[in-house]
């Protein structure tokens, strides 16, 4: 897998059958062989995740075959005009009829996907969904806002409930190998920035972990690699 940082939690996968985008807000992309199916994953609709542009910029690029993977929560008022909502089935017939297929997912559901991937949603601390994804190349798993969200002016009752439903959700990948994950560093969370990020990384075995939605403030990558110097060898520094 050739993996290509985007933006904040925008990240693009090249694999051998197809390209997989993650979370896409803005940024530009690389060069795309038109021939590759995309497939389009949005884990919710917060403007920092979703941004329907990115529909006419792959378009523009010449991309013949765009698949879209949307949380149920994003409103069909928030589609572009060139989406139109199918399942999994009636994608092919959608694309003949000029259109961009876009298949709603819900949380905690599997769906198996063209081109050998196999799709696993879990339930977000926040909005939407996560995703884990298993492909030929490896497993991938896209975080999405699904975090430990505590601060320090969080009540301690709401503390414990948001680290119990985290906690939750994150127990549905107990027993499998990650490759790649995409995991939430938020600076704004003060002291507990990277409760969730270290949650799973003792929870769950992963390879290669690339830290997201760290609004601008890369140096707090740096601040963890520091603090927690053995897991240098699989933190990637976009």
């Not at 879209?68 to 008022?77: E, G, H, Q, T, V």
């Amino acid at each position: 897998m050739k993996i290509t940082y985007i933006h904040h939690s925008g990240f693009l996968v090249d694999t051998q059958e197809v390209y997989y985008i993650f979370d896409y807000d803005k940024g530009d992309l690389p060069q795309l062989d038109t021939d590759k199916p995309v497939f389009v994953f949005v884990s919710h609709g917060h403007t920092d995740h979703y941004n329907p542009e990115l529909f006419s910029l792959l378009t523009s690029m010449g991309m013949k075959h765009i698949t879209a993977f949307l949380s149920n929560d994003i409103p069909r008022k928030r589609f572009p005009s060139c989406l139109m909502s199918a399942t999994l089935e009636d994608c092919d017939q959608v694309r003949r009829q000029g259109s961009i297929p876009a298949v709603i997912v819900y949380h905690s559901q599997e769906y198996t996907l063209p081109f050998h991937t196999h799709l696993q949603t879990l339930l977000s601390t926040d909005a939407g969904v996560a995703f884990f994804l298993t492909c030929p190349e490896g497993t991938l798993y896209h975080a999405g806002d699904l975090n430990d969200w505590i601060m320090e002016e969080t009540p301690e009752q709401e503390r414990r409930q948001m680290t119990g439903s985290y906690l939750a959700s994150i127990r549905s990948l107990k027993g499998k190998s990650i490759d790649v994950a995409f995991l939430p560093l938020d600076p704004r969370l003060g002291k507990y920035y990277a409760k969730g990020f270290l949650t799973f990384l003792k929870m769950i075995p992963v390879k290669h972990v690339y830290p997201m939605h760290y609004w601008e403030q890369p140096e707090i990558i740096t601040q963890f690699l520091q603090e927690y110097p053995e897991y240098t060898g699989i933190v990637v520094v976009p």
